[in-house]
């Protein structure tokens, strides 16, 4: 299965379903109205997430994008304890990325996926 069919992003606000996989909350912060049995995530590994100096500058700025990837793949390069649990759960199935972002091309989700199907090709 390739890399991107394995790493599907969903809004957190859309409703679980079968076909996500193993699903993994990538945001730092909790989403706004959302209880916690209503995500269905298999973890909320916080410190994948963008730093919060990193997401503040961002501030969804979608002139800043090209420079927020750039940094958030340094900050990823430098924690591969944060996202190796995704890793390895997309070398077994299919995996979500669950993102609260309103903006479904610049949030870090997007980023997230790009990385890590960058790191599953060269496994």
Do not use: C
């Amino acid at each position: 299965m390739p890399a991107r069919e394995r790493i599907r992003l969903k809004r957190a606000y859309e409703a679980p379903e079968p076909a996500d996989g193993a699903r993994f909350l990538v945001d730092r912060l909790w989403p706004r109205g959302i209880q916690k049995s209503a995500l269905e995530i298999e973890a909320w590994p916080k410190e994948v997430a963008p730093s919060d100096a990193l997401r503040r500058w961002f501030g969804h700025d979608p002139k800043r994008w090209p420079e927020f990837e750039r940094r958030y793949f340094a900050e990823l390069e430098g924690n591969e304890s944060a996202w190796r649990q995704i890793a390895d759960a997309a070398g077994r199935g299919p995996v979500t990325l669950v993102y609260a972002a309103r903006d479904p091309e610049h949030n870090n989700a997007v980023v997230l996926r790009r990385y890590l199907e960058g790191k599953l090709k060269r496994r």
